[in-house]
């Protein structure tokens, strides 16, 4: 993803991701997940329908959250 792009490329530790919350029936699941970049202490949460669009959602939140507008 960008976010990760932009830490690794100055250097910093990449983010972690967690999914906090799951629900709905499991053929139409919604996930939220949570994305934490420890360096800036920035945590933000995205949600999707698949565990790696909610990472994304959450990574654009990242971006934002660091000034990076995504």
């Known amino acids: ?30 996930f939220l997940v949570c994305c ?6 920035v945590e933000t949460e995205g949600e999707g329908p698949s565990r790696r669009r909610a990472e994304q959602v959450a990574a654009q939140a990242a971006l934002t959250a660091l ?3 995504g």
């Open 1 to 30: 993803t960008r976010l990760q792009e932009h830490l690794q490329a100055n250097g910093r530790p990449l983010p972690v991701y967690s999914v906090k919350r799951t629900t709905g029936e499991p053929h139409a699941q919604i």
């Open 67 to 69: 000034g990076l507008h």
């Open 36 to 41: 934490v970049v420890h360096y800036a202490s």
